[in-house]
């Protein structure tokens, strides 16, 4: 089992910037990719940016050169900043890690932050 808990969101106007924790606990030696996710109102939910545990890095491509993975020195905490800030970026932000045990793989998700960008 492993358990997410993220921090940081808020209410930022538009051009600003914010950065978003997700600190992972429990079983985290079975991680091997962790990311974040959002969901809009009436939206689904949209991978944003993904990190594995070899330092790989991948991003939509609405958030390119705007925001930024990375991983604490702990490798169970994982960051994402976010700059220039646009209001369609408004959504509930979810932490995500995927861990293999055995032959299996397991998601698990955060309990989301709300990130609100005003015009």
């Known amino acids: 089992q492993v358990q997410l808990v993220e921090s940081g969101g808020g209410l930022v106007q538009a051009g600003g910037s914010l950065r978003l924790s997700c600190v992972a606990s429990g079983n985290i030696f079975s991680i091997n990719a962790m990311g974040w996710y959002r969901q809009a109102p009436g939206k689904r939910r949209d991978a944003v940016a993904t990190i594995t545990s070899g330092g790989s890095t991948g991003y939509a491509d609405s958030v390119k050169g705007r925001f930024t993975i990375s991983r604490g020195n702990a490798k169970n905490t994982v960051y994402l900043q976010m700059s220039s800030l646009k209001p369609e970026d408004t959504a509930v932000y979810f932490c995500?890690?995927?861990?293999?045990?055995?032959?299996?793989?397991?998601?698990?998700w955060g309990q989301g932050t709300q990130v609100t960008v005003s015009s």
């Open positions: 995500h890690a995927h861990s293999i045990d055995g032959r299996y793989g397991y998601d698990y």
